[in-house]
């Protein structure tokens, strides 16, 4: 949910896993993180574990909308 070293781990992502940065930076516990969408999740990952890829980006769409942190929403689908 947020960048940093206290955040809690939800999931390790193996070597070679492939996600698409969707925001970032954010500078937290010394190191520079990015939000990554992978074909199973959202993540955020220190950028020392971050490298090129050239495969294809994951099948997934990329949330986008007008909402910001505090709105409060209802599932509607």
Known sequence: RVPGL?????QNA???TVGLIVSGPED???HRWYR???SERFAWV???FLGWSD???PERPIPS???AVG???AVVD
């Open 14 to 16: 193996s070597k070679g």
């Open 36 to 38: 990554i969408m992978t």
């Open 65 to 67: 909308s007008d909402l």
């Open 55 to 57: 495969q294809p980006v």
């Open 6 to 10: 206290q955040a809690d781990i939800a």
């Open 46 to 48: 220190a950028s020392t």
């Open 28 to 30: 937290a516990d010394g």
């Open 71 to 73: 709105d409060t929403v």
